[in-house]
């Protein structure tokens, strides 16, 4: 992925809110028997519908569709991410990275974003 320089640039996942709602299966029993049966009936349709289905969890997640100003918000993380894996990935390019100063977690964020971007991976020396 490059640089997002649009909200159609942005992945789907950047696109959706954190949880709004999270149903605990668990939980349900508590639950009117028709209340219940129609929650799981809107996962089971949820579900279906998805392009990448996943088999039936103990939760549920909702995260519904940014709009207006929080698309906004998100296009200016992502671009701010990309350019702070841009001068990481250089930093560390530039000369051998050192083991105090990069860790497992920054040499696999920085590196997954140089495979995106069809970049050399970051060698730890």
């Not at 929650?39 to 709009?67: F, G, I, N, Q, W």
């Amino acid at each position: 992925m490059s640089y997002p320089r649009t909200i159609d640039d942005l992945t789907p996942d950047q696109c959706v809110s954190g949880p709004v709602v999270t149903i605990d299966y668990d939980l349900l029993g508590g639950l009117p028997a028709e209340a219940r049966e129609a929650v799981e009936r809107a996962v089971a349709t949820l579900e279906h519908l998805s392009d990448s289905p996943s088999p039936r969890k103990h939760v549920v997640v909702y995260r519904r569709p940014l709009v207006g100003e929080e698309l906004d918000t998100a296009l200016a993380k992502a671009q701010f991410d990309w350019k702070r894996l841009e001068r990481m990935h250089e930093l560390f390019s530039s000369r051998s990275a050192d083991h105090d100063l990069f860790d497992k977690l920054a040499r696999h964020e920085i590196n997954a974003w140089a495979v995106r971007e069809n970049k050399p991976l970051i060698e730890v020396g």
